[in-house]
Every structure is written in C-alpha cells, then in structure tokens.
C-alpha cells in the first residue's frame, strides 16, 4: 500500500523559513514524479511544483507565483520528498499535500505565517 | 484568480443529473488532458476522472468527462448524498509550463 505522509509544518512569522518533508512507502521513490499542492483556507487547489526521477533528469518544476522563494528536492536513499520555503508570506498559509500518480495522496501539513 | 474557470456551485436532488463545466483556453485545454478531482471538506482529493473521459478504478460509472475545445464537463448521474463534495478541473499549461486548477464547484446534493 502506497503511503505518503507529510511533516514539518506549524505556526511562523512572516519572512521565516521551512522545509517540509514527505516520507513515502510502498512504492518505488526512486522512480516517482513527486507533486506538491497546496491549498489554502476555504480556497482551491494550487499546484506548486514537481520533482522528476532522477532518470528522467532530477530537475524541478515551480508554480511561477513561488519560484522565487520555493525549493523541491528529494532523497531517493530515504525515499523522502522535501519542499524548502523561505520568505514566507501570510498568503503561504495552506495545507501542504505531496502527491504522486496515479492519485496517491498525503494527508497534509498545516503551514500558518502569522505574526 | 484560477485561469481555469469553474462555477463555483451547483445543486441537484437526489437522482437528478448535474453536469460541471470547466472553462480554460488553447494553452491548457485546448492542448493537453483534463484530469477531475473530488475532495471531502478537510481530506486529501481523489482523482476522479484523468484523460479527460476515463475513470479510475473504483470509480463509478455515474460519473463521466468530456471535453471539447478548449472546455471540458464532468456529468454525474442517478447524483446520491454521497456526491456532496467539491470538484476541481485540472490540466497542464504548456505557457506556464505548470499543472492548472479550476477553482473548484461546491456540488450541494439538496
């Protein structure tokens, strides 16, 4: 059974930094395109990003409104998925889900940025 | 503002039909697949629909998508309680090279 389960969020003071973590089982990590979504409060889904194996190139692609702030990266030999914020902003404030096809979801991490 | 475009709820009763729409251009729709989430208020989504018209396994036939031009629709039929959710339309943009979402329709089974 595929599982991905998502740490690291919690309560942080604009401008401030996290990396969230996304820890799968169940499948091959190593050969997964690994998604990131967000969504924030009452809003819809947002894509934020994806990672590609490193076979495929490891190289990430980023949402245009966060390129700037946001980092994808992955370690296949912990099978690990990570998302690195830094500059946070109020409008960060979301649930973080990591995913990965065909629907394989997490449960999410709450990101707030609150002063 | 979603470049997707999606009511933001519909209503049916119980064994009605209801259909969705999902409204994006040539650099979304108009050239790649659209994929159909489900999501329960506070759970993860679930994939309902992907290539535009085909169900996932465990999905049932009630549920159908379609898609021409640059717009695509989900039809839910014999529509049950249990189809109160939000649905969210979803297709790759080949200008900002990143996945899109509409923003989502608040289907209300009364």
């Known amino acids: 059974e595929v599982q991905l389960v998502e740490s690291g969020g919690g309560l942080v003071k604009p401008g401030g930094s996290l990396r969230l973590s996304c820890a799968a089982s169940g499948l091959t990590f190593s050969n997964a395109l690994m998604t990131w979504v967000r969504q924030g409060p009452g809003m819809g889904l947002q894509w934020v990003g994806r990672?590609?194996?490193?076979?495929?190139?490891?190289?990430?692609d980023y949402a245009a409104a966060v390129k700037a702030r946001f980092t994808i990266s992955r370690d296949d030999s912990q099978n690990t998925l990570y998302l690195q914020i830094t500059g946070l902003e109020t409008e960060d404030t979301a649930v973080y889900y990591c995913?990965?096809?065909?629907?394989?979801w997490g449960q999410g991490t709450l990101v707030t940025v609150s002063s | 503002q979603s470049v997707l475009t999606q009511p933001p709820s519909a209503s049916g009763t119980p064994g009605q039909r209801v259909t969705l729409s999902c409204s994006g251009s040539s650099s979304n729709i108009g050239s790649n697949a659209v994929n159909w989430y489900q999501q329960v208020p506070r759970t993860a989504p679930k994939l309902l629909m992907y290539d535009n018209s085909q169900r996932p396994s465990g999905v049932p036939d009630r549920f159908s998508g379609s898609k021409s031009g640059t717009s695509a629709s989900l039809a839910i039929s014999g529509l049950q309680s249990d189809d109160e959710a939000d649905y969210f339309c979803a297709a790759w943009d080949v200008s900002l090279n990143g996945l899109l979402f509409g923003g989502g329709t608040q289907l209300t089974v009364l």
């Open positions: 995913h990965t096809g065909p629907d394989y």
């Open positions: 990672i590609r194996s490193k076979s495929d190139g490891g190289t990430a």
